[in-house]
């Protein structure tokens, strides 16, 4: 059986928020990726569209969340739908760290506003 723990997972850190990968290719996922967010106080990530559709849940804390335009507070326990070629960003405009749990199919790209492509290393 298959078993990530905890301490075998890998962190990556991008635009001021840290990415804590679980299920990848390099853990053995054949389809799926899973990640932990941790989206610190006063963090604005800039806004990309993502190639694959994206499970956003948000496990603690508070967010600002736009999607295609729309912002909505999203808060714990709330789950976001990103679809492909959606345009996403999230804003903390709190005190606290809030932590969120992602998952994905294998490949998922993004893009930047300035058409910089990014292939995280966490969804691939």
């Not at 507070?73 to 809030?98: C, K, L, Q, S, Y």
């Amino acid at each position: 059986m298959p078993v990530v723990r905890s301490a075998e997972a890998t962190t990556h850190e991008i635009h001021g928020a840290r990415f804590v990968s679980y299920a990848s290719p390099l853990t053995g996922s054949k389809e799926l990726c899973t990640w932990r967010g941790e989206i610190p106080a006063g963090t604005r990530a800039p806004a990309h569209t993502v190639t694959r559709e994206e499970i956003f849940h948000l496990l603690v804390g508070e967010l600002l969340i736009t999607l295609d335009g729309r912002t909505d507070r999203v808060r714990a326990g709330d789950t976001v739908i990103i679809n492909p070629g959606a345009v996403f960003a999230v804003e903390n405009p709190t005190g606290h760290t809030a932590l969120s749990w992602v998952t994905t199919s294998i490949g998922l790209e993004a893009e930047l506003a300035d058409g910089t492509r990014i292939a995280p290393p966490w969804a691939n």
